[in-house]
């Protein structure tokens, strides 16, 4: 059982490219999401989704997609990166069964600078 | 905006110490939950209770909620420089599944 897994751990890109952050959980958690965690405002919600073919924007959607085609696999895509897109970037997964009070499992980041 | 802030930003304490953090909140909840990380890693929950709990205990961890005041506090008891960590308040709204997180306490407890 290996949690959530995310990869790349680092990346750098230069403006204007495109790339995905892969996230992959084995736990058939039903709920996932990616925040971005940057200096002095914690983690903020970019995307998540509550089962295969159902997404939805969190507070700071603008500039990624995702897209849910099995319950295990969880992409994020950056369109067109710009510096502001330097952070850290977790996904995170859950049950939703048994009222929302499952606890989150997150991966260990992938620490992402644009220049 | 961030759901939940919490209080104080930084907090330096020697160890067997006790540490308490706060968290307020701004909308209804269906429940509140704790969370640890340590420098480059990912977030490990804590401790979670639910909107009808008052207060919970885990080890050497106790949590209140008071959804009155829309505020909650995590007290670590007789601190370990092990202990020294960002610990995070995050809210699950009692309107739909997402989980938002507050800017965390960074803890030092100094051996």
């Known amino acids: ?115 | 905006s961030q759901q939940g802030e919490e209080d104080p930003q930084a907090l330096s304490i020697q160890e067997g110490e006790n540490a308490t953090m706060n968290c307020s909140y701004k909308t209804s909840i269906n429940n509140l939950q704790w969370y640890r990380q340590n420098s480059g890693r990912g977030l490990v929950h804590l401790i979670l209770i639910r909107s009808n709990e008052r207060e919970k205990h885990s080890g050497r961890l106790r949590v209140t909620l008071d959804t009155s005041k829309k505020s909650s506090s995590l007290l670590i008891t007789a601190s370990r420089a092990a202990d020294t960590a960002s610990y995070f308040c995050a809210t699950r709204e009692t309107s739909g599944s997402r989980l938002t997180f507050g800017e965390g306490t960074q803890l030092t407890v100094n051996p």
């Open chain 1, 1 to 115: 059982n290996a949690g959530v897994t995310q990869t790349p751990k680092f990346q750098v890109l230069k403006t204007g490219q495109s790339m995905t952050l892969q996230c992959a959980q084995d736990m058939n958690h039903e709920y996932m999401s990616w925040y971005r965690q940057d200096p002095g405002m914690g983690l903020r919600l970019i995307h998540y989704s509550v089962g295969a073919g159902i997404t939805d924007q969190g507070e700071v959607p603008n500039g990624y997609n995702v897209s849910r085609s099995t319950t295990e696999d969880f992409p994020l895509r950056l369109l067109s990166a710009a510096p502001s897109q330097t952070s850290v970037y977790f996904c995170a997964s859950s049950y939703l069964r048994g009222g929302n009070n499952s606890p989150l499992h997150f991966g260990n980041g992938t620490r992402l600078t644009v220049t």
